[in-house]
């Protein structure tokens, strides 16, 4: 397991950083590309020398300006400096600070290596744990996997395709509830009667969470 380099550096010090270069940020569309990913690249090491393994992502441009998201890339244990980071977030005009990525809405499509998601063709059942009732299963049907599938242990292209799932069910749900609440998943072809056999569309997804942390929490 890689070792993460936690708090080298306060949330001040890479605050300090990004309001020295807040303008020049915004206006990334305007600057030299070479510039603007050098200022990038600044950031993420500044980003690194407060703790290994946070991420962040740049918005584009809106009227009310930019938004920066902070990410854990679904490691729990690096979350609580997500949060700190955020919450020591100063005001800065046009930027607005997030934590963790957030959902992306329905009906997505989701690139990942060579494979191709499309969330309106895939479906999912819930597996329930007797051991561990408080998180979420997912089997998820795809309808491009031949019917005979069967994954196969340590094999690349396998795992790539699990990744690929629960990267577009992390744009689904967001990246706190996707890393807190589905503990496992597996994938299986798409069945001739998908609803019959109890599976339901993925863009239900969300839906489904919100009931079940309702539910969880009684």
Known sequence: MAKHNYMQKTPEIFWNWFVANAEQLTM????PESEGQQLLQEMQQQLDAYCEGLTFEVSEQTAQGRTLTFSAEGDFDLFRYVVELVDNAPDVDWWEFVPFKQPKGKSLKVTFDKFRFDTAKMA??????????????????????????RPRENNPEDDDLLVGVYVTIEALLGEFDCTTLVGYLEVCPMPKEPFK?????LDDLPEFVEWFKHTREK
């Open 124 to 149: 999912f059942m819930q597996l329930e744990s007797d051991e561990e009732p408080d998180i979420i299963g997912l089997r998820v049907a795809l309808p491009d996997l031949p019917a005979n599938y």
């Open 28 to 31: 990334l569309n305007d600057i």
């Open 197 to 201: 056999e109890g599976f339901r569309p």
